[in-house]
């Protein structure tokens, strides 16, 4: 059913427990787990110099990367593909997809609710609405969640 799985990643409780997710998929469907982590410096504030600010991030990419993958291994996938992205998150996890031939996302969710949600939009919402895969979000277990 499944063949390439992308797993949006960066490091959060919640991209881990989506990775965890992910790879029970992986391992019952003998699929291909795509890891994925995008470095975004948009948001950097221009009296900061971004290019340190990303070189940091892109170091902790990496680092972040090879970790899930070493999971990845643990948990018996054999194919596993790493990227390091940069960009707008939810435009760089859909290129991605298509241009990988994806067949599943499955991401974490941050739990916000209400207003944070509104105003500080949701990259996992982006991609389920704009995804030409199927995308599976894992929720934040509720110790997590930030609630109204």
């Known amino acids: 059913m499944y063949e390439r799985i992308l797993v949006p990643i960066d490091g959060s409780q919640q991209a881990d427990r989506a990775l965890d997710h992910a790879l029970d998929l992986a391992e019952t469907y003998d699929a291909e787990i795509h890891l994925l982590f995008v470095v975004d410096v948009a948001s950097v504030p221009n009296e900061i110099e971004a290019a340190s600010v990303e070189e940091r991030l892109d ?3 990496e680092k972040t990367t090879t970790s899930a993958a070493e999971r990845a291994e643990e948990a018996g996938v054999e194919r596993v593909q790493t990227t390091v992205g940069h960009g707008t998150p939810h435009r760089t996890i859909l290129d991605y997809a298509d241009e990988n031939g994806v067949d599943l996302v499955v991401m ?5 609710t209400g207003i944070d949600r509104y105003l ?23 110790d997590e969640t930030e609630r109204d």
């Open 59 to 61: 170091r902790y990419a």
């Open 108 to 112: 974490g969710t941050h739990g916000r």
């Open 120 to 142: 500080l939009g949701s990259v996992t919402e982006k991609v389920v609405r704009l995804a030409d895969a199927p995308v599976l979000t894992v929720h934040a277990e509720d």
